[in-house]
C-alpha cells in the first residue's frame, strides 16, 4: 500500500456504522486526499443478468424509523456523497423504506442515465397471514414512485431472521415472482441474518440475489467466518448473486489494519461478488475504493 493510503483515520473505530463505518461526519477537513483517478470495476452479479459495480452505495448506516446516518446529513450532503460515488464507478444504489433513503437517491440520480444504474430495495415481511403484511404490487408501486423509476434492478425480502421462509413467505415469493415476469423486478431474493436461513437461500431455486453478512472476525454475522463462507462459495457455485454487507463488522472493526484485512477478505478469498458499504463521508468512500480496486486488479 502506498505511504497515503496507509495513513489512519482520525478517531476511527469511534462511530459504529453499518457496512463501511470508518469514522463520524465533520472529518474531511481532518483526513489526507487520496488519488482519485481510479475507477470501481463492473462485476457479474451471478446468473441474475445483472452486472453491477464491484461497491454498492449502502444508505441504511444505523437505519431505522424511515432514517439513516446517510439520510440524517441532509439532502445537499446526501446528493453529493451519491454524485462522488457515480463519478468513480460506483453506480449501484442499495436501499430500504425503513432507511428513508429512497427520495434521496432520486434526488441524486435524477440526471443520471437509468440504464447505468443498478437500484436495490428491500421489503419487510411477515408470516403469511399476518395482518401487517402488505401486498407486494402496493409496496412495489410505492417504492418505484419513491425513486421516479418504472422499475428495480434487485428486490429483497429484508432480514430473514430464521429458516424455512421460503414456506411462510410465498405470499410474497409469489407476488416477486410475478413482478420479475412483468419486468418491474429484475432479480429477486433475499438478505439475510441467520444462518440457516442463509444456507436455505444458497439452494433456493427462487433466489436470484443474497445479501449476507460477511468479514474475517466473524462478528455480527451469522456464524463463523469459514461456516459462512463456505455457505456463500455454495451459493455462488449455484449461480446466485451474492452481496457482502457489514464488511467491517458494523464499526467493531476499523483500524487501518482491520479494514484492509476485511477488504483483502472480501476481494480475494471470492465469498461475495460486490459489497455495500454505508459511506459517510468523501474520504471514506476514496480510501475504499483504492483499498478495493488494488486488491482487484491483481485478480
Not at 431505522?64 to 449501484?92: C, D, P, W
Request: hydrophobic share 40%.
Amino acid at each position: 500500500m502506498n505511504n497515503i493510503s496507509r495513513r489512519k483515520f482520525i478517531l476511527a473505530g469511534t462511530v459504529g456504522l453499518a457496512g463501511l463505518s470508518v469514522a463520524g461526519r465533520g472529518m474531511a477537513e481532518k483526513m489526507y486526499s487520496l488519488a482519485n483517478d481510479t475507477v470501481v470495476d463492473k462485476v457479474k452479479l451471478g446468473n441474475s443478468g445483472l452486472t453491477v459495480s464491484r461497491i454498492a452505495m449502502g444508505t441504511g448506516t444505523k437505519g431505522y424509523n424511515n432514517g439513516s446516518n446517510q439520510t440524517r446529513q441532509g439532502m445537499e450532503s446526501f446528493v453529493k456523497l451519491a454524485q462522488h460515488a457515480y463519478e468513480r464507478g460506483i453506480t449501484f444504489y442499495d436501499m430500504a423504506e425503513g432507511y428513508g433513503s429512497m427520495p434521496f437517491v432520486a434526488e441524486s440520480i435524477k440526471s443520471l442515465p437509468r440504464e447505468k444504474l443498478t437500484l436495490l430495495s428491500k421489503i419487510w415481511t411477515y408470516e403469511d397471514g399476518s395482518e401487517r403484511n402488505e401486498p407486494v404490487p402496493q409496496y412495489l408501486d410505492r417504492f418505484r414512485k419513491a425513486v421516479n423509476s418504472d422499475y428495480f434492478d434487485v428486490i429483497l425480502m429484508h432480514c430473514m431472521q430464521q429458516g424455512g421462509w421460503s414456506n411462510t413467505r410465498k405470499h410474497h415469493i409469489e407476488g416477486l415472482s410475478k413482478a420479475k415476469q412483468d419486468g418491474i423486478v429484475k432479480a429477486i431474493g433475499v438478505s439475510c441474518h441467520h444462518i440457516d436461513a442463509l444456507a436455505e437461500a444458497a439452494e433456493s431455486p427462487w433466489v436470484d440475489v443474497i445479501m449476507a453478512r460477511i468479514n474475517p472476525f466473524s462478528k455480527n454475522m451469522d456464524g463463523e467466518t469459514d461456516a459462512v463462507k463456505a455457505i456463500l462459495l455454495k451459493a455462488i457455485q449455484n449461480g446466485k448473486g451474492v452481496v457482502g454487507m457489514k464488511i467491517f463488522a458494523e464499526g467493531q472493526c476499523v483500524s487501518d489494519q482491520e479494514r484492509e484485512q476485511s477488504i483483502r477478505f472480501a476481494v480475494t478469498q471470492k465469498p461475495v461478488h460486490c459489497m455495500t458499504m454505508g459511506f459517510e463521508s468523501i474520504d471514506q468512500m476514496d480510501d475504499a475504493i483504492e483499498r478495493v480496486m488494488r486488491h482487484a486488479s491483481n485478480l
